[in-house]
């Protein structure tokens, strides 16, 4: 066995004849696993919020979405569906038209989005899975709509109501001065049969109708759309998709996938989670100043037993080595119960769910090994920086003093 190695063991495992030396190293080695257990219970929160926040994407938005980069609208003919059915790695995808638009419900107004979609709409965005009321779009009905929770508060529009319709207005396209600004507006009367709850946005953004009416409504032709939007087999076949699309596809179409749809939200949420870890890790250090001075102390306890050494033919080197293995020892062993304890705290909150943001909506967590890596690499690292500065205290001086 290496014998600075041995010595460390020793001293971190026996106790000291002074009691002050045992309590500052079990404080240093308390610190190490309160640090470990809040840097990776947070990291795990944050995880779990972040997974729980994408789910909503998940339900509005698809894997990847074709758009024209010239106008709004683009023509779809069968040649284009024909090349689409033949990419490998696509399971289904849909036609929508999507255009802002003046709602009109019991004399209160506002402005938001019309979005027409397809039957096949669901076999791409499980959106139906996210109302709250009524029925999703059905093919026997006409005329009919589901809106978003927060554009029904701001109507206070409820559903199947036959007294009073939704109005929908529209712009009329290529008008110049008119007498009557009424004549300046497509406008038809819609039913509203349900109404969907997923995130602020969303729900204050889109009205959805049947794709017929929108493009009706928009005066588009039959194979004029806004977009399509594609479900592919797996996560991980979406940039073989994509990079197939972009060489089927002219240049004039914009590819893009979910993260890119929402960019911004992504870097939110990804600028978020490196302050956390930059507050817990500052956090951490502060603790690891513990470790510091535990070993410092432990120096000065050991200074005869340092004497003895040196004259046994130990190096400086050597003995440094020993105090440096003896902080790292400390770190390693903290780190591991600091995981062991947080480990057990997040599956408890998986399986019991012992924390609650609201009565049926448990605090989300998630243990990922991304996670565990972050926390092992960061409490080793700056468990060793600790232990090295401590040990550079040593010196020919300190130890014949």
Request: charge should be neutral; proline fraction near 2%.
């Amino acid at each position: 066995m290496n014998f600075p190695f041995y010595i460390a063991k020793r001293y971190l495992f026996s106790k000291s004849s002074n009691n002050t030396i045992n309590i500052i190293t079990f404080i240093a080695f308390l610190g190490v696993v309160i640090g470990t257990l809040s840097l990776f219970i947070v990291l795990s929160g944050f995880s779990g919020l972040k997974t729980f926040s994408v789910s909503f994407l998940n339900i509005s938005d698809p894997d990847l979405k074709i758009t024209s980069i010239e106008g709004k609208t683009f023509e779809f003919p069968k040649s284009f569906q024909k090349n689409l059915e033949e990419i490998k790695g696509i399971a289904s995808f849909t036609k929508v038209v999507e255009e802002r638009a003046f709602f009109s419900y019991h004399n209160k107004e506002i402005v938001a989005y019309i979005k027409g979609v397809d039957s096949n709409y669901l076999s791409v965005n499980k959106i139906d899975t996210a109302l709250i009321a009524g029925n999703w779009l059905q093919s026997n009905l006409e005329n009919v709509t589901v809106v978003g929770n927060g554009i029904s508060r701001k109507l206070s529009l409820g559903i199947y109501d036959f007294l009073e319709p939704l109005k929908i207005y529209v712009p009329k396209a290529g008008l110049g001065y008119l007498e009557d600004p009424r004549e300046g507006f497509n406008m038809i009367q819609t039913q509203n049969i349900g109404i969907y709850a997923l995130t602020e946005d969303v729900d204050n953004k889109y009205v959805f109708t049947d794709i017929k009416i929108a493009q009706n409504l928009l005066s588009y032709t039959d194979d004029q759309i806004s977009a399509i939007e594609i479900k592919v087999i797996s996560d991980d076949f979406i940039p073989i998709v994509k990079s197939n699309l972009e060489k089927i596809l002219e240049k004039n179409y914009r590819i893009e996938t979910r993260e890119q749809l929402n960019a911004l939200f992504y870097k939110m949420l990804n600028t978020e989670n490196l302050v956390l870890y930059f507050i817990f890790t500052l956090v951490l250090i502060i603790a690891l100043f513990n470790v510091i001075g535990a070993i410092i102390m432990m120096i000065l306890d050991k200074k005869e037993n340092l004497k003895t050494l040196s004259n046994l033919g130990l190096t400086i080197s050597e003995i440094r080595q020993i105090f440096v293995l003896h902080g790292f020892l400390l770190t390693i062993f903290g780190l591991l119960i600091g995981l062991i304890i947080g480990s057990i705290l997040i599956y408890l909150q998986i399986e019991f769910q012992l924390f609650m943001i609201t009565k049926s909506l448990p605090y989300p967590v998630e243990f990922t090994f991304v996670n565990l890596g972050i926390v092992i690499v960061t409490i080793v690292v700056l468990g060793f920086l600790a232990s090295l500065i401590a040990s550079s205290r040593i010196s020919a001086k300190v130890i014949h003093l």
